[in-house]
């Protein structure tokens, strides 16, 4: 069965950046995942709904919520089955919990994300 576990979030400043990561376990299952099915992050902050913050499609294509374009960047490393999400000016707003997910197979767990200010 296949997992995802990021790990990467904690306290961050106004301006600050943050760099999380999502890690794919499981076996051969995992091997390549998110180079055949992509992997998206989101950020569900308290009282909201969870939000589609990026995404790169298997082709490698990206894209990005209009809050973040410009800020956030999206990658993967196909040989370590690990994507990540940089994340640079962040603000107030960006405080939430972020999940990375495969299309149709996984969710993970979060990592939190917290203002300082």
């Known amino acids: 069965q296949v997992q995802l576990a990021e790990s990467g979030g904690g306290l961050v400043q106004p301006g600050g950046s943050l760099r999380l990561s999502c890690a794919a376990s499981g076996g051969s299952r995992s091997d390549g995942i998110f180079r055949l099915y992509g992997i998206s992050w989101y950020r569900q902050s308290p009282g909201s709904q969870r939000e589609l913050v990026a995404r790169i499609l298997s082709s490698g294509d990206t894209g990005y919520a209009d809050f973040v374009k410009d800020r956030f960047t999206i990658s993967r490393d196909k040989t370590k089955n690990t994507a990540y999400l940089q994340m640079d000016n962040l603000n107030a707003k960006g405080a939430a919990v972020y999940y990375c997910?495969?299309?149709?197979?996984?969710w993970g767990q979060g990592t939190q994300v917290t203002d300082s200010s």
């Open positions: 997910m495969v299309p149709r197979i996984v």
